[in-house]
């Protein structure tokens, strides 16, 4: 899904090691870079709603490393909670068209209504019918088409905190 390199050591009675090969995001293999990439504009709150633990963990990963607030969840149920007790503000939903408590739009709808937000909404599909498109679109979201490249979710995340910010509180 995110094109790293995975490698696994196991023996029998010892244990196993995992090892995760994440390329730097700036700067030359083996540099850390001193200051924020170009074009980064802001770190947000996103929330992150996936049926597959593996692909959800990856995205919450993925979105850490890059510095934002992750509410990473299954349930859409477990998402508004934690925001509610951590006192988050979303920036941005980025959701599985199915998930187990409903579908995407229907969990983007809620999050809406019961946070009185207007939070950017954005579907994670690999249905390209005209169908799911029109859904979406009546809804104000935006899709992303699986697999996810980082550099596109962060383009996105980018593009939707920028006008966030332009667009000010409330």
């Known amino acids: 899904l995110l094109d790293h390199r995975v490698a696994v050591v196991s023996r029998r009675g010892e244990g196993s090691r995992f090892e995760i090969s994440v390329p ?5 293999q083996g540099e850390v870079a001193d200051e924020e990439p170009v074009g980064r504009m ?3 709150v996103v929330v992150v709603l996936e049926n597959d ?5 990856a995205m919450r990963l993925s979105l850490q490393l890059a510095g934002h607030e992750v509410v990473a969840s299954s ?3 477990a998402a508004l909670a934690r925001l509610r007790h951590d006192g988050l503000d979303p920036d941005i939903v980025l959701t599985d068209v199915q998930l187990g408590d409903g579908s995407g739009i229907e969990a983007v709808r809620r999050i809406r209504a019961e946070l009185g937000s ?6 994670l599909t690999g249905d390209t019918t005209s169908r799911q498109i029109e859904r ?3 809804e104000g979201l ?6 996810v490249a980082p ?6 995340l980018d593009r939707h905190l920028a006008e966030r910010a332009a667009a000010g509180p409330g």
Do not use: C, F, M, T
């Not at 730097?24 to 030359?28: F, K, M, T």
């Not at 633990?53 to 963990?57: A, G, N």
């Not at 207007?118 to 579907?123: N, W």
């Open 118 to 123: 207007d939070v950017a909404g954005v579907l």
């Open 75 to 77: 349930s859409v149920g």
């Open 24 to 28: 730097l995001r700036s700067g030359e």
């Open 151 to 156: 550099q596109d979710l962060e383009n996105l």
């Open 42 to 44: 802001r770190q947000g």
């Open 53 to 57: 633990p593996h692909v959800l963990d």
């Open 142 to 147: 935006e899709i992303l088409y699986k697999p």
């Open 136 to 138: 979406a679109a009546a």
